[in-house]
């Protein structure tokens, strides 16, 4: 789990433990399913996070990591609370890059409500173009330039206009189960704790309500949305998209048209 012998096809990079689920779990699953490889860098431990000890924080991303079955996770220990795109940062997310070297890179959403993802998406941007400038510093140097082929970013707490919706239909029930690894983050009748955002009874709730609508929107059962820095290149538009579209064997309703 903490060295890559074979670069990555995909990296999700998260400001916090448990932000790579809750957002993009669904992603990650069929992701995996299709035989690709995943891994995820999380810049902080959470360590400022109002439930729950680092500790026990760092126990649940383990045990989340392992039902995931990501092939690589790492953590930069960056401050909680202070993700931002400065120098000592992009460097060290340059080194990630330029050692996973993935083909997709994923990070939150650059217009996050929480400065903490809003942070890690500008970095992200910032260190995946500065990875392929070959004098630009990283870790030891003994990794060669490399810049993905494409940067998506997911939604976090802020909505935007997606880009495209991942079917997450398929994974969800066990996306679920990955995301309930951090139980100390959320509700809990037994243990009151301090609460936040996510400890709010009707978060799960809102979680599936989102992939819901996402999923509508693009006649799926369960979506994921993720939005591109820049549209990326596909071989062909048709293996892009998996809905099947309405149609009908009725005469009189191809004539009606949608009512
Ligand atoms: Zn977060």
Wanted: hydrophobic share 35%; proline share 6%; with cysteine.
């Amino acid at each position: 789990m903490c060295s890559v012998e074979q670069k990555l096809d995909l990296l999700v990079i998260a400001a916090h433990p448990d932000d790579a689920e809750i957002a993009m779990g669904g992603t990650i699953l069929a992701t995996i399913a299709s035989g690709a490889r995943v891994g995820i860098v999380d810049l902080t431990r959470g360590e400022l996070s109002s439930r729950g000890t680092p500790e026990l924080r760092a126990e649940e991303t383990a045990r989340a990591t392992e039902m995931l079955g990501v092939h690589w996770r790492s953590c930069l220990g960056f401050a909680d609370g202070s993700v931002r795109d400065d120098d000592p940062s992009r460097e060290a997310l340059v080194e990630v890059m330029r050692q996973t070297r993935p083909r997709v890179v994923l990070a939150p959403w650059k217009d996050d409500l929480h400065p903490d993802h809003a942070g890690a998406g500008l970095l992200a941007y910032r260190s995946l173009y500065l990875g392929g400038v070959r004098l630009y510093p990283s870790g030891t140097g003994s990794h060669l330039q490399h810049r993905a082929s494409a940067l998506g970013y997911y939604m976090c707490h802020t909505p935007f206009e997606p880009g495209v919706i991942v079917d997450v239909s398929e994974y969800w029930n066990r996306k679920m189960e990955v995301v309930n690894c951090y139980r100390s983050q959320f509700y809990d009748p037994s243990h009151q704790g301090v609460p936040t955002k996510i400890s709010q009874p009707g978060f799960m709730a809102a979680v599936e309500g989102r992939a819901r609508e996402l999923g509508t929107r693009a006649g799926v059962e369960l979506g994921e949305a993720i939005v591109w820095q820049d549209p990326p290149a596909v071989a062909n538009p048709v293996d892009l998209v998996v809905g099947k579209g309405l149609s009908s064997n009725r005469e009189e309703d191809t004539m009606g048209g949608d009512r």
